[in-house]
């Protein structure tokens, strides 16, 4: 860290006078003369006076119930421009003893990036400038700054290789900084496993303001951020990944049905097992029927990705799960960067800048998940299906396991669903009917939950960090101050 000289010091304190004029809080001026005295630019803070500070805060809010005004907002949001700035961030939150958020891409499902309740005041360390990515195919590796987005990431991979490939999200806009230190899956996990799977190297800043890479940190700290979940262990600066080969041709495919519990049962049987260049998953969903008022219908799209050609997929397809009845012309060959553009519902053939939007998402919602390590009886799927049609706008997301996840010992990282998990379940509903229905919504959610107890793994009962669910860990004083707030 460079120290300051007399004339930079001199310049800073006119500048802090003149900020002065616009903060308040004692706690915001000497936060931002402790940034100064590290020669931090003026332009990467804002405070609530800052015309900016709604904007810069809400930009990146990717669950937009946690900007509400009722709930607590940051003293200060810092948009660092260089690693040195991270650090100067850390030495003056410990200094002056204030709580700091880290945000890289704000997709924590339960806001944790830019929100604190319970630890007030705080500030908010926002990551976005941080953004580059350095690809090196003739070594299979690539250095990505956590403020890029997973999207971003994949494109410039693609920029250099049509062989080349990362296994993380399959959501564009997740940031790689929370996304990876949570463990990361997607749909190259049954082939390469989680993103963490595929991390060799990071940079990170600790308590004390050290910038450390794995050789420094050591392997217990290396450990723990590969699954073990952002806002832990230090800011997290850079990843040093490995690149996975993907074949020039993949292809996938959308077939959309009416619910039939029978093939959602056979899907619970094979998908787990299919061939580890198969990726075959379920989006639960209600839809209204259009030739009818009101009738609201089940369906289920099965959305395969398989890293091949469409010949061999429907062989494998014919061999494995005939119940489908795929066939050649449900297939769409193309490559592994446009199949994202296919299993985020755009056409294979639509602009690669879709990846690279940094949109904010515009509604808000609860997301669980569970982990299920047998076969969910019929039944059960029955009453599963009678609970989705309670609820608005549901969608229950089924992610297969199997392959590359069962032969990673779950002691590997601190992600232990590996042999044994069939699949994930993602339940979801939206909180956004014209804002007045959100209890309702929580209070569906958590009785489906509660339902789902007996047939989903248990001591203990598997839950994924990076699907941040507040109510698995707060405690009844911290859920009413909560949910007075926001819900
Ligand atoms: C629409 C949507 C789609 C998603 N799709 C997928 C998917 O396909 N696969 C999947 O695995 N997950 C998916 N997720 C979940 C996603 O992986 C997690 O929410 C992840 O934590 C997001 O990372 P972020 O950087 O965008 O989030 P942030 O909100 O910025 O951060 C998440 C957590 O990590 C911490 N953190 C952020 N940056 C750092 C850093 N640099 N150093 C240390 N801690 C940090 C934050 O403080 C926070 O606790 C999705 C989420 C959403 C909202």
């Known amino acids: 860290m460079n120290s300051i000289s007399p004339s930079i010091y001199i310049i800073s304190v006119l500048l802090l006078l003149s900020v002065s004029q616009a903060t308040s809080s004692p706690i915001q001026q000497t936060l931002i003369q402790c940034l100064f005295q590290h020669s931090i630019p003026l332009s990467t803070i804002y405070t609530p006076k800052n015309s900016s500070f709604s904007s810069v805060l809400v930009s990146r809010a990717q669950n937009p119930i946690f900007a509400e005004p009722a709930v607590p907002k940051p003293e200060l949001i810092f948009t660092p421009l260089s690693e040195s700035h991270v650090q100067a961030a850390v030495i003056c939150a410990k200094q002056l ?11 924590d499902f339960e806001g944790a990036s830019y929100v604190s309740i319970i630890e007030i005041p705080f500030i908010v360390l926002d990551l976005t400038n941080l953004r580059s990515i350095s690809v090196n195919i003739n070594e299979n590796n690539a250095w990505v700054q956590v403020g890029a987005t997973v999207g971003e990431l994949y494109n410039r991979i693609a920029e250099k290789s049509n062989v080349h490939g990362f296994p993380a999200s399959i959501c564009p806009t997740v940031g790689v900084g929370g996304h990876i230190t949570g463990g990361g899956y997607g749909i190259l996990m049954r082939k390469y496993g989680l993103a963490a799977d595929n991390v060799i190297d990071a940079r990170i800043v600790d308590v004390n303001g050290r910038v450390l ?35 020039e041709t993949v292809t996938v495919f959308t077939s959309t049905k009416t619910l039939d519990t029978k093939l959602l049962y056979r899907w619970q049987n094979v998908a787990y097992k299919l061939d580890e260049n198969l990726f075959i998953r379920i989006l639960m969903q ?41 066939t050649k012309k449900d297939c769409i060959e193309t490559s592994w960067i446009r199949s994202l553009l296919h299993i985020n519902g755009f056409p294979v053939n639509s602009s690669l800048e879709l990846l690279t939007q940094r949109n904010t998402s515009s509604f808000s919602f609860k997301g669980k998940a569970d982990f299920v390590r047998e076969p969910i009886p019929e039944i059960a799927l029955e009453e599963l299906n009678k609970r989705l049609l309670e609820d608005d706008m549901p969608i229950i997301v089924w992610t297969p396991y199997g392959g590359m996840m069962s032969k990673i010992p779950e002691y590997e990282t601190p992600f232990p669903q590996r042999e044994g998990t069939m699949f994930k379940f993602h339940y979801f509903t939206s909180l956004d009917t014209g804002g007045k229905n959100v209890a309702k919504h929580m209070s569906w959610i958590r009785s489906l939950y509660s339902y789902m107890t007996p047939y989903v793994s248990k001591f203990p009962r598997g839950a994924y960090v990076n699907y941040r669910d507040l109510d698995l860990g707060i405690n009844k004083m911290d859920m009413s101050k909560a949910s007075h707030l926001l819900y």
Do not use: C
Not at 218 to 245: H, N, P, Y
């Open 286 to 326: 209600v839809m209204t029927n259009t030739s009818t008022t009101s009738e609201r219908l089940i369906t289920t799209s099965y959305q395969g990705v398989f890293l091949g050609g469409a010949d061999r997929l429907v062989q494998v397809m014919q061999k494995s799960f005939p119940e489908l009845g795929l």
């Open 213 to 247: 890479d794995r050789a420094a940190m050591g392997e217990d700290l290396f450990w723990a951020i590969r699954g073990g979940g952002g806002g832990s262990f230090g800011v997290i600066l850079a990843w040093k990944i490995k690149l996975v080969a993907v074949p």
């Open 97 to 107: 003893g204030i709580h700091m958020r880290v945000r890289s891409g704000g997709h």
